[in-house]
């Protein structure tokens, strides 16, 4: 790496560039701890607490990235994959200990939605201005995309199970329901056969089929600071401290912030917590898009909600039997099913032809706006 590449990225302009802003936010952080200590308006803490991860989530993915640096192509690609969710997963087992089940599930539909609609709509936006198309590898894109249509496949049919054989899908009001053990070991087998398939999914990526997943011309951002791997790992783990601290902030200010806003918990969930969570990644994938780098933008945003269908959801099912009152079972509401199978076709649809089109990118921002609009009317 170039030495005045590290240099700039340690100086006080690195808070003022596309990747640093998120930085400027870290005042938060102490700023919602002592809101929350100090028993503050819940609706305050929230935002307080959701502005505070921002940041942190942030560090956590340049730390990984730094780390992946330093790692080879091999297990580089695996830190990646596995990190590249982390703030999410941190808040969402802390809502599933603190039985906030239909707050979990909401997030996943909605980060799943975000990362589909929201991001690689804004990518395709960003990337197409100015330019007649963009293009990118189709191959690697439709095996993502067909990924996440047989993990959407998968991850609605515990919910289909209980229309036909239970008591019903759940309300949208719903903070946690007890379908009974039948419909939770269903959802326990689920999340086995989508963890299976998650690491199937990285050795063909990683291994078998990497030139198709890693093209030469088009690795990547350059790492911004040079970090060691030492000084990468503790950066990491001070991230990740601090994410569980923001998340247990968020978490426990959610019932009364809802409350005290007016909007359902399922809201928050599948909108302002799906987006908090991933709010530096999605930035990435905008800037990449805007170098004309949609091989990587594409990715990014398919990429990641395969992986939070594939092993972000089966994780936090099965953490489920051991944290908080009782199994979540991956039944979803009709929003949330209606609105995971639509995004799903729409990514097959718009990655099949490997171009795109800045109009193809307010396309789907349209689609994803009517979705936020129909969970806020619910």
Do not use: C
């Not at 700023?31 to 560090?59: C, K, Q, Y």
């Not at 005290?260 to 709010?279: D, K, P, Q, R």
């Not at 990014?300 to 092993?311: K, T, Y």
């Amino acid at each position: 790496m170039a030495t005045g590449g590290s240099e700039g990225a340690r100086g006080p302009r690195f808070l003022l560039t596309a990747k640093g802003w998120p930085y400027l936010l870290v005042p938060f952080i102490p700023i919602a701890i002592a809101l929350d200590i100090a028993h503050a308006s819940p609706t305050v803490i929230f935002f307080a607490a959701a502005l505070g991860i921002i940041p942190t989530a942030a560090l956590m993915g340049i730390a990984t990235e730094e780390l992946a640096a330093r790692s080879g192509p091999g297990i580089g690609g695996l830190l990646n994959v596995t990190f590249g969710n982390a703030p999410e997963l941190i808040i969402a087992l802390f809502a599933l200990g603190s039985g906030l089940h239909e707050v979990v599930k909401a997030s996943i539909i909605g980060s799943i939605l975000g990362n589909i609609l929201l991001v690689l709509g804004g990518a395709m936006f960003v990337g197409g201005i100015g330019r007649d198309r963009q293009r990118f590898n189709a191959t690697a894109a439709n095996v993502q995309s067909l990924m996440l249509f047989l993990a959407a496949a998968a991850l609605v049919m515990p919910a289909v199970f209980e229309l036909v054989e239970g008591s019903g899908l759940p309300s949208v009001a719903a903070e946690r329901v007890d379908y009974g053990s039948t419909v939770e070991h269903l959802s326990l087998a689920v999340a086995l056969v989508l963890i299976g398939t998650y690491v199937a999914g990285l050795l063909f990526s990683l291994k078998t089929h990497r030139a198709i997943f890693n093209p030469p011309d088009e690795v990547g951002e350059e790492a911004a600071f040079g970090w060691s791997a030492r000084r990468s790992i503790v950066m990491l783990a001070i991230a990740g401290v601090a994410v569980g601290v923001m998340s247990e902030v968020l978490v426990g200010s959610i019932a009364e912030a809802s409350e005290s806003i007016g909007l359902s918990e399922f809201f928050i969930g599948a909108v302002v917590v799906a987006i908090v969570g991933n709010a530096a990644e999605h930035w990435v994938a905008l800037l990449v898009a805007y170098k004309n780098k949609m091989n990587l933008a594409v990715n990014i945003a398919i990429g990641s909600s395969a992986q939070v269908a594939l092993f972000v959801a089966p994780i936090l099912v099965l953490a489920s039997f051991v944290l908080g009152p009782t199994p979540m079972p991956l039944v979803f509401n009709g929003f949330e099913m209606a609105a995971m199978l639509l995004a799903v076709l729409i990514a097959n649809y718009v990655t099949h032809e490997g171009e795109s089109t800045w109009f193809e990118g307010v396309q789907l921002l349209a689609v994803y706006v009517i979705f936020v609009l129909a969970f806020g009317f619910a």
